[in-house]
Nanobody
C-alpha cells in the first residue's frame, strides 16, 4: 500500500521560501499523478499544483503561479514543491496526493486515492 509523507514545512517570514517534499513508500510513484493541495484555517482544501506521470504536464493555481515550482524524481520516489515569495495567505496545511486513475482531474479531491497526513506552513512576521 502506497504511503505518502510530507516534510519541509515550518514558519517563514513573508517573502521567504520553503521547500516541501513528498516521500513515497510501499509502492512507486512512477505511474501516478502527483498534486499538492492546501487547507487554510476555516477554509476548504484547495488545489495548488499538479505534475503528470512523466512531468510533461504541470499546472498551478493562479494564486501561486510564478512563485511555486513543482517537480518529481521517480528514481527517488518523491516529489517537491518549491515555494518562493511566500505570502501570509499561503499559510495552511499542505498535502501531497497521488492519483492512480487513467484520467486524473487534478483539481478534484475525489480523484486522489492516496494522501499524505499534511504539514503546516505558516507565513508570518
Amino acid at each position: 500500500q502506497l504511503k505518502l509523507v510530507e516534510s519541509g514545512g515550518g514558519l517563514v517570514q513573508p517573502g521567504g521560501s520553503l521547500r516541501l517534499s513528498c516521500a513515497a513508500s510501499g509502492s512507486t510513484l512512477d505511474n501516478l499523478v502527483i498534486s499538492w493541495f492546501r487547507q487554510a484555517p476555516g477554509k476548504e482544501r484547495e488545489p495548488v499544483s499538479y505534475i503528470s506521470r512523466r512531468a510533461d504536464s504541470i499546472e498551478y493555481a493562479d494564486s501561486v503561479k510564478g512563485r511555486f515550482t513543482i517537480s518529481r524524481d521517480n528514481r527517488k520516489n518523491a516529489a517537491t514543491l518549491q515555494m518562493r515569495s511566500l505570502k501570509p495567505e499561503d499559510t495552511g496545511i499542505y498535502y501531497c496526493a497521488a492519483c492512480n486513475q487513467v484520467v486524473c482531474t487534478w483539481r478534484r479531491l475525489s480523484t486522489y486515492a492516496y494522501w499524505g497526513p499534511g504539514i503546516q506552513v505558516t507565513v508570518s512576521s
